[in-house]
């Protein structure tokens, strides 16, 4: 789903400290990102989005609806969408969908690589 531009990153999770975290690592690494705060909003910015997302990171726990509804509706929307996916430990882990994640606590270098891996380095 590669647009013109630097890559476009979709970061959805309601904890404000890990959203912004996240968002201000992604674009200091040169990529476009939005973040949202709830599986909802999440997919609503996926679906009003002028210009398509290239990755999608999401949290499984969250009000409104969990990241394993959005993985599936993302999934269902748009096909080879690639999507990253962070889990607690202690909370049931996604298991509807198979997609990569990373448990926390996690390193930023390992959300950096990750996004790497899924998607490449910003143009």
Do not use: W
Request: charge should be negative.
């Amino acid at each position: 789903m590669r647009s013109d531009g630097p890559p476009r990153i979709l970061v959805v999770d309601d904890e404000p400290a890990v959203r912004q975290l996240l968002v201000r690592l992604l674009q200091t690494e040169g990529y476009e990102v939005v973040g949202v705060n709830d599986g909802e909003a999440g997919l609503t910015a996926a679906k009003t989005a002028g210009k398509p997302y290239d990755l999608v990171i999401t949290n499984n726990c969250m009000p409104r609806m969990t990241g394993a509804e959005l993985v599936a509706h993302l999934q269902a929307l748009y096909p080879g969408l690639p999507i990253l996916h962070l889990d607690d430990l202690s909370r049931p882990q996604l298991s509807e969908v198979a997609v990569p994640t990373l448990f926390k606590p996690f390193t930023l270098e390992a959300v950096s690589e990750a996004v790497r891996r899924l998607i490449g380095n910003p143009a």
